[in-house]
Nanobody, 123 residues
Framework: QVLLVESGGGLVQAGGSLRLSCAASGRTFSSWTMGWFRQAPGKEREFVARINWSGGNTYYADSVKGRFTISRDNAKNTVYLQMNSLKPEDTAVYYC????????????????WGQGTQVSVSS
């Protein structure tokens, strides 16, 4: 059974930074595209960023481009989301997810999900 476990969330002031981690169990992590999504209260879950199996290709939502960086360490079965210049509108539960598709954007194309970690940004 493959599990994804996020950590690193918390409360931060606007302009601050957080680094989220997502640790995966199982031997197939290095073959998956990994993504980060977020869901704010009363809103639908939205795509944030994704990284391909090797780490050589990344893609970001326009709302986070230039502020967030996704990376991965296949030796540690871990994917990261470095979040800088945080804004109150970044407040949400952040989820990591795994996909077998190389350019997965839609949440429906991700087959494994973590339990989420709360990020709160105060103004």
């Amino acid at each position: 059974q493959v599990l994804l476990v996020e950590s690193g969330g918390g409360l931060v002031q606007a302009g601050g930074s957080l680094r989220l981690s997502c640790a995966a169990s199982g031997r197939t992590f290095s073959s998956w595209t990994m993504g980060w999504f977020r869901q704010a209260p009363g809103k639908e879950r939205e795509f944030v960023a994704r990284i391909n199996w090797s780490g050589g290709n990344t893609y970001y939502a326009d709302s986070v481009k230039g502020r967030f960086t996704i990376s991965r360490d296949n030796a540690k079965n871990t994917v990261y989301l470095q979040m800088n210049s945080l804004k109150p509108e970044d407040t949400a539960v952040y989820y990591c997810a795994a996909s077998i598709y190389g350019r997965a954007l839609s949440s429906s194309t991700y087959h494994k999900w973590g339990q989420g970690t709360q990020v709160s940004v105060s103004s």
